[in-house]
């Protein structure tokens, strides 16, 4: 810009800056102002439709989760009567499943058919309402085996373990269960007569799901927090729930369509792979903006982890933020650790926000003892049994060694006594609450005590009682900001943005990250997008916290160490 401003008068500086600002406003006007795209693809991601018309269409997109997609169209137009006609799809050689794609402001969301049905609306008009879901749910349906290079029938070792920066361990997990599904190595191929289909895995411009590849010194030259995966059948996205959370990461699918920039370097996809990316928005480990006020700025802190491997504490960091040059370029995105976008109290944009302090600063978790513990005292029971009762003689008649018969009566006991129970007090958290609060937190989970899974558990647990922000943001058309893509939008899922409260005399911005999108269209809701921000917990966080705890339970009791 200064560069084309060089040799003006300040007057027609003035004029050129103007009508730079006039053009961009337009422009921004301009994209939220147009209609979303949709595709319909057939059960081989080949186009078949670009419906220009809904009477509704909405979804839900949150962080590292399958959402709902809603699609409302006439019975009578010719696409709904293609995705009704199931049978036709399958006899045209189409298949039955059906996806969309939806783009709007660079943001492409892709879901696959799960159910639909025909109804007759208040005006007699018949509809056909499907139901899609969102393709991370591909997530959710790949197991990871104990060792995916071996058969079902010979699974050696007993439990898959991968320990390391989070990003890579997670990748490299999903990557060797994706390989072992789309080799066939142990497996028949989907077309067995077909002699070339027993190669096919080896090439990955077949495949209908691919990693974007980071390497390990990538990762930890990036500095990601590290995470051990265990996993014996389970779930590939039940074990990287936790650990997603934990390091806050995000999980990024998108489909990749002829005309796309590579999703990588040299990359060799079929039209309509599904590309998954794992990247940190949040840059808790780096220096990340964690609140404020209008009088003194936002602050900055960094994520640490203490020396007991349990709590976090967040130092606070000074100087000035370093952001990439390339976000000055066209203003088009958040960098990570920063909110670029700002809602002031008096912005007119429709926003709720909530707050919930944390809860208890005392966790407590156990109930066995750590290993070891009972078979030494079950061993020293029994030998000093046998010392002393090898040399009692009745009448002239030894009654021999009886250490374990004594052991058998005393192990009931002292069976889960010693070293049988945690019990972890939050320093910090005292601190912030005062002296009157609620004590303490119970773990109410069967496991060993001083143990690597009793480790995570209180993690766990600490994470289930912390302080709780959450809020919703709509974004109409005459707002100031576009939600989208980056390059395409100001922010998206997983990027931070800032509040104020409405009379709030403190002036405090509060920070959280965008969890979830939501967008509706409609006559009477034209492109409408709502940023849910701070995480949300549907279910009670106890149950949530009860469910990931005993998946990690069953994975350790593999090797012992619960």
Same mark, same amino acid.
Request: with cysteine; net charge negative.
């Given at each position: 810009m200064t560069a084309t401003l060089d040799g003006l008068s300040l007057e027609d500086q003035c004029n050129a800056i103007l009508a730079a600002t006039e053009a961009e406003e337009r422009r921004l006007q301009a994209m939220r102002e147009t209609p979303p795209g949709i595709f319909i693809f057939d059960g081989y991601q080949r186009l078949q439709y670009l419906l220009l018309e809904v009477v509704e269409l909405s979804f839900e997109d949150p962080e590292n989760d399958s959402g709902p997609m809603e699609l409302s169209i006439p019975f009578d137009h010719p696409v709904a009567q293609w995705m009704h006609d199931d049978r036709g799809r399958r006899d045209r050689g189409e298949g039955e499943n059906f996806h969309i794609?939806?783009?709007?402001?660079?943001?492409?969301?892709?879901?696959?058919?799960?159910?639909?049905?025909?109804?007759?609306?208040?005006?007699?008009?018949?509809?056909?309402?499907?139901?899609?879901?969102?393709?991370?749910?591909?997530?959710?349906?790949?197991?990871?085996?104990?060792?995916?290079?071996?058969?079902?029938?010979?699974?050696?070792?007993?439990?898959?373990?991968?320990?390391?920066?989070?990003?890579?361990?997670?990748?490299?997990?999903?990557?060797?269960?994706?390989?072992?599904?789309?080799?066939?190595?142990?497996?028949?191929?989907? %077309? =067995?007569?077909?002699?070339?289909?027993?190669?096919?895995?080896l090439d990955m411009s077949?495949? #209908? /799901? &691919?990693? +974007?590849?980071?390497?390990?010194?990538?990762?930890?030259?990036?500095?990601?927090?590290?995470?051990?995966?265990?996993?014996?059948?389970?779930?590939?996205?039940?074990?990287?729930?936790?650990?997603?959370?934990?390091?806050?990461?995000?999980?990024?699918?998108?489909?990749?369509?002829?005309? %796309? =920039?590579?999703?990588?370097?040299?990359?060799?996809?079929?039209?309509?792979?599904?590309?998954? #990316? /794992? &990247?940190? +928005?949040?840059?808790?480990?780096?220096?990340?903006?964690?609140?404020?006020?209008?009088?003194?700025?936002?602050?900055?802190?960094?994520?640490?982890?203490?020396?007991?491997?349990?709590?976090?504490?967040?130092?606070?960091?000074?100087?000035?933020?370093?952001?990439?040059?390339?976000?000055?370029?066209?203003?088009?995105?958040?960098?990570?650790?920063?909110?670029?976008?700002?809602?002031?109290? #008096?912005?007119?944009?429709?926003?709720?926000?909530?707050?919930?302090?944390?809860?208890?600063?005392?966790?407590?978790?156990?109930?066995?003892?750590?290993?070891?513990?009972?078979?030494?005292?079950?061993?020293?029971?029994?030998?000093?049994?046998?010392?002393?009762?090898?040399?009692?003689?009745?009448?002239?008649?030894?009654?021999?060694?009886?250490?374990?018969?004594?052991?058998?009566?005393?192990?009931?006991?002292?069976?889960?006594?010693?070293?049988?129970?945690?019990?972890?007090?939050?320093?910090?958290?005292?601190?912030?609450?005062?002296d009157s609060h609620f004590k303490e937190y119970h773990l109410d989970l069967p496991g060993k005590a001083y143990t690597l899974s009793s480790v995570l558990a209180i993690r766990a647990g600490i994470v289930a009682t912390a302080r709780k922000k959450n809020g919703s943001v709509k974004f109409d058309s005459g707002g100031p900001y576009v939600v989208g893509w980056p390059g395409s939008g100001h922010l998206y899922k997983g990027d931070r943005g800032s509040f104020e409260i409405t009379g709030d005399t403190t002036g405090e911005i509060h920070v959280e990250r965008a969890m979830k999108a939501k967008f509706k269209h409609s006559a009477k809701d034209f492109a409408l997008w709502e940023l849910e921000f701070g995480r949300k917990e549907d279910e009670d966080p106890v149950v949530v916290l009860q469910k990931k705890i005993s998946n990690v339970a069953k994975a350790a009791a593999e090797l012992g160490v619960w």
């Open positions: 794609d939806v783009e709007h402001n660079g943001v492409r969301v892709t879901a696959r058919y799960a159910k639909k049905k025909v109804v007759k609306d208040g005006k007699g008009q018949r509809m056909l309402h499907v139901t899609l879901i969102t393709d991370y749910e591909n997530l959710k349906w790949i197991d990871c085996w104990s060792n995916p290079f071996l058969p079902a029938i010979f699974q050696f070792p007993r439990i898959f373990l991968l320990a390391g920066p989070a990003i890579w361990v997670l990748k490299t997990a999903l990557f060797l269960n994706l390989l072992r599904i789309e080799t066939s190595l142990w497996q028949v191929p989907d %077309d =067995p007569m077909n002699p070339l289909s027993w190669l096919d895995g077949t495949w #209908d /799901i &691919v990693i +974007k590849p980071t390497t390990f010194l990538e990762d930890v030259a990036a500095g990601t927090t590290w995470c051990l995966f265990m996993s014996r059948w389970q779930k590939w996205h039940d074990v990287a729930e936790m650990i997603l959370k934990d390091a806050e990461l995000s999980v990024v699918t998108r489909r990749y369509r002829h005309g %796309d =920039p590579e999703p990588w370097p040299g990359a060799d996809l079929k039209d309509g792979a599904l590309v998954v #990316d /794992i &990247v940190d +928005k949040s840059g808790q480990m780096e220096g990340f903006a964690n609140g404020g006020s209008i009088f003194d700025g936002l602050t900055r802190s960094i994520r640490q982890i203490g020396e007991d491997f349990i709590e976090d504490t967040e130092d606070e960091v000074l100087g000035e933020p370093s952001w990439p040059s390339k976000f000055y370029e066209d203003m088009f995105g958040t960098p990570k650790g920063f909110p670029f976008v700002h809602f002031p109290a #008096d912005s007119g944009v429709e926003t709720e926000f909530e707050t919930a302090p944390p809860t208890g600063v005392i966790i407590n978790c156990g109930g066995q003892s750590a290993p070891g513990v009972n078979e030494a005292i079950s061993a020293g029971v029994q030998t000093l049994g046998d010392i002393v009762t090898s040399n009692i003689n009745i009448y002239g008649y030894g009654i021999g060694a009886q250490g374990g018969a004594i052991d058998a009566v005393l192990k009931p006991f002292y069976t889960d006594t010693v070293a049988a129970w945690m019990s972890t007090k939050l320093v910090n958290r005292i601190a912030q609450l005062g």
